[in-house]
Structures are given as C-alpha cells and as structure tokens.
C-alpha cells in the first residue's frame, strides 16, 4: 500500500495493530469492501488475546474466555472459524470470601454451606436494609455507587480491595464508569438473581459455561488472520511506525521504518487499534499543547504474568482462582490445562498469575526466578502450597492492560477523542483506541462497526459511526 495516489479499486484501509480489534476489521473489510494492510509492532497476532506454548501447554495473557453473551453476529463469525476447534466449557472457578473457598460463578448452594455465618448475614442484612441505608451525597465514584448499590458487606469484603489491586487506586479515587462497565450485579437481588440462573432447570444452554478453542484463546485470532489473508488482507508484523503525517485536518500517511528505510503507506483511511495515547504521539505535526497534555495525563495499568511450570499433572481442578484479598498482590491465577481440558504433556502443568503492576515499579524489574519464590510463598499463605517440584518460572509483562478509569480520566479522554475525531483519514477504536474496558467480542463488534461505515468511496459515515460509539457505551465487561 505504500506510494501510489490514484485509486482505482475499493478503498484502501491501513489497519494499525493485529489485535482482536485490527484482525477483526481486516477480516469483515477484506470481504469485498476494501484492499486491507496491517501493520503490526509485535511478530505475533492477537495483542493481549495471543496465546503462547510454554513446555507443550497452551497459556494466554491471563485468563481468556470468550464469552456466550458475544454479540450472535461475533459468535456465528467465530463458531464458523473454529468448527469442532471451539469447545463449551463449564466454568469451575473458586473466589476467597470471608476466608473461604465459594465456587465462582457463585452458586446459591454452595455460597449458602461456605461463607461463614455472619459474612451470609451481614450480606442479607446488606439486602434487607438497602431501602433504608442512607445514600451517599457529594460527587459519585466508583465506591459511592457500589456502597449505595451493594452495601458495605460485599463492596469491602471483595470490590475494594479488588480494585485497589486491579488498578492500585482507592475506589473513591476511581470514577462510576468502572462499576457501570464492570459491575454487572448492582444489587445485592441483582447477584441472587444471577445465582438462582446457575440452578440446573433454571439455567440455560449456555449459563455458567464459555467457549475455549482447543490451541489456546489466541487460536481465535489466528484463525481470523488466516481467514482475512484468504480474502487478501496483508500482515505486516514487527512493523515500526514512527510517524502519521497529516495535512492539517487530514492524514495522508502512516511512515515506518526498517534500518535506515521508510516507507510511506498512503490509504484512504487508518484505522487505529493502537493506544489512543501512542496515537497522538505519532502525528506529524503534533496536535495542539492541550491534547498532548491530556495524552500523557492518560494512564493504563501494566500487568505481569507469571507463569509457575510444576512437575505434576495437574495442580488443582479449578479453571481460575480469584484473589481478593490485599495481602497476597495478584488477583487471580489460572490452570491452561483446566480451560482446553487438555490431557498433555503428562508430568506437566502451568500456574499462571496476575500481578497488576506498572513499569517502575518493584515487581516490574525481578527476575522470573524471585517472582517465582514470592509465588509459591503466596500460594502457602492461601493455603495452597507447592509440594511438587517446581520446573521454573517464565514471565511476560504487558504494559497496556487495562485502561485506569481515575476520576480525572473523563476529561483527559474526551478532549483527546474529540481532536482525533476532526481528523478525516482516520477512525480509532478497540480497546486501547477508545480507552474500553472491554472483552474480545466487544472489540470485535466495534471493528465490525467500523467496517460497516466505510463508503465505497473511501470515507467515513461518520453519523452511523456516531450511532455505534452511542452503542459502544453499553458493552460490560464479563470476568
Ligand atoms: C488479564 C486480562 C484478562 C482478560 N480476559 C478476557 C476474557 O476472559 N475474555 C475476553 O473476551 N477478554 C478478556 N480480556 C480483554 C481482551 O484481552 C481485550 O478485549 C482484547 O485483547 C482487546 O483487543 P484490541 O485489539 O482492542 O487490543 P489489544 O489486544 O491490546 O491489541 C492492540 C494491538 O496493537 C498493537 N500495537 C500497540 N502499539 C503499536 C504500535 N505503535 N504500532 C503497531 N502496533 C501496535 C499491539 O501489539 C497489539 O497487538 C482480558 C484482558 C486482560 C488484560
């Protein structure tokens, strides 16, 4: 796509970044619509949803779901892909609550026989007395909205810490966006309600189950990369962009460069994946002083992911473990050979953690080997020691995990979305494009949105784009 000015086929689109978000544009454009290239920073598809063999064992970035509520048109797309490769999983996590080990999703039963007597108390004094708690006053945050929705019980005993953890910020540091994107059961009848939807006759076909391909998450975006180069979309991988030119309020061209060499990529449009934050980074000329400044008042949460390789065939039952608790730092671990039911290597399984933590910090610089032994110790003090051998320790460190919803962010991200949005040639979306909190069929949905409003002369319907951003606001995240 590089050089040429005059276009006589369908609209050329660059596509920045081959996450579930840029894969998923190329594979709904590159039916019939436009001539598609993406360029990619990393050697790999699939951005933060990419799966990965360590030993034999397929492991993904964290645990990864896809979830049955996806969109039926995302769902169809991904079933069609994947065949008999995509299986319907039982979900079998287990959450620490007052102590004790519930299953999660939660189960009316099981909560009933496990939570200690006063936590089930205190949360049905929570649900009794709600009408008649007081309401906070005073401007809303993420921890108002969830004490007034939830009570204290719940709010302290599982949200707070847990995104004090998540995102290492107090919840009244934290804006209401996190608990409407992320907190599904608002209520304390609202997470009865889902309870009593895991009951067996009550449920239904897909309840308490997601979907899992055999060779990891990631097989999803692979599948989808092969599919759109079938259709004749172009990957480019280890892509360097080191500018995107622009002609006052158009973008004319993405430059990257390899060695001493820059090439000169010339769509009608791009379509960025990439963080909204990078993004303005790279225009050239740069945008006014105000929108850079709230470029880099913008903040993600980076993640470690350690993975524990243990000489045994399996270490527990369970798909996920959740951690609320602050006294141990990660917030959840994974079994990969729970999610595929995988039945090798023999001899062999994985632990994968989650440690949110950000570049800087302690974490970030220690070696596998010591963020192993801190693991292991974490695992002790849960009550769940490693008394098999352990292999060794392998580390991966992402660094735009989740976007940090503080309560400044609203301000910084609508002045930033609203200068990218006068710029024609360009439409930026996906998780790290519009700042989502989001999960994989979200990112789909929108890419798919995106693809819908290109015209067949190269531009941008930018009404019906303003109806799908409108939509965007209504996607929760499922955990
Ligand atoms: C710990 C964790 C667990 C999760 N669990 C689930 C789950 O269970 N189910 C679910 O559906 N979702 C889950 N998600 C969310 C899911 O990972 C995201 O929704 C999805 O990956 C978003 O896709 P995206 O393409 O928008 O962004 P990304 O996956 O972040 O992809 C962005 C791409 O842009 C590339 N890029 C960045 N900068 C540049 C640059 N300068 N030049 C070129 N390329 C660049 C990156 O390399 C990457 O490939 C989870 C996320 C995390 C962090």
Request: aromatic share 10%; glycine share 10%.
């Amino acid at each position: 796509m590089a050089a040429s000015k005059t276009r006589t086929g369908p609209p050329r689109v660059a596509i920045l970044g081959a996450g579930p978000a840029g894969i998923a544009a190329a594979y709904a454009l590159s039916k019939g619509k436009a001539e598609v290239e993406v360029l990619e920073r990393a050697a790999v598809a699939g951005g933060n949803s990419t799966s990965f063999q360590i030993d034999g064992i397929w492991c993904d970035y964290g645990s990864h779901r896809f979830h049955p509520v996806a969109d039926p048109h995302v769902l169809a797309d991904v079933k069609a892909l994947l065949g008999p490769d995509l299986l319907l999983q039982p979900r079998h996590g287990r959450i620490r609550l007052g102590g004790r080990w519930i299953h999660f999703p939660l189960k009316l039963q099981d909560a009933l026989l496990k939570l200690p007597p006063a936590f089930a108390a205190s949360l049905i004094g929570d649900m009794v007395l709600g009408k008649f708690r007081r309401k906070s006053t005073g401007p809303k945050s993420f921890s108002s909205v969830l004490y007034d929705g939830l009570g204290p019980t719940i709010s302290e005993n599982f949200y707070f810490p847990y995104v004090r953890k998540l995102w290492g910020l107090d919840p009244d540091k934290l804006a209401v966006t996190l608990a409407e994107r992320r907190v599904s059961g608002s209520s304390v009848g609202k997470i009865l309600g889902k309870m009593l939807r895991m009951i067996p006759g009550l449920r239904g076909e897909t309840t308490g189950r997601f979907f899992y391909p055999r060779q990891g998450f990631g097989q999803i975006s692979s599948a989808m990369v092969a599919a759109a180069k079938g259709q004749g979309a172009a990957f480019g991988f280890g892509a360097n962009i080191v500018r995107i030119e622009r002609d006052g309020n158009r973008v004319t061209a993405v430059v990257t460069k390899e060695g001493e060499v820059e090439t000169r990529h010339t769509p009608d449009q791009v379509y960025s994946t990439i963080p909204l934050t990078t993004l303005v980074r790279l225009m050239d000329p740069p945008p006014p002083p105000e929108v850079i400044a709230a470029a880099n008042a913008i903040r993600f949460r980076g993640m470690i992911l350690v993975y524990l390789i243990l000489g045994t065939d399996r270490f527990t039952e369970y798909d996920a473990h959740y951690f609320p608790e602050l006294s141990i730092p990660i917030s959840r671990m994974s079994e990969p050979k729970n999610y595929n039911s995988a039945t090798g290597p023999k001899g062999k399984t994985i632990l994968c953690a989650e440690l949110p933590c950000d570049p800087g910090e302690t974490w970030w610089d220690m070696s596998d080997e010591d963020l192993g032994r801190h693991y292991c110790d974490w695992l002790g003090q849960l009550g769940l020691p490693v008394n098999v051998p352990v292999i060794r320790t392998e580390t991966r460190r992402i660094a735009h995990a989740y976007p940090v919803y503080d309560l400044d962010y609203q301000r910084h991200f609508e002045t930033v979305d609203a200068w990218l949005s006068t710029l024609d040639g360009l439409l930026s979306f996906g998780r790290q494009g519009l700042f989502a909190h989001d999960n994989t069929h979200h990112a789909f949905a929108m890419a798919y949105a995106a693809a819908e409003v290109l015209t067949p002369e190269g531009g941008i319907d930018r009404a019906k784009w303003a109806e799908h951003r409108h939509e965007f606001e209504s996607h929760r995240v499922e955990d």
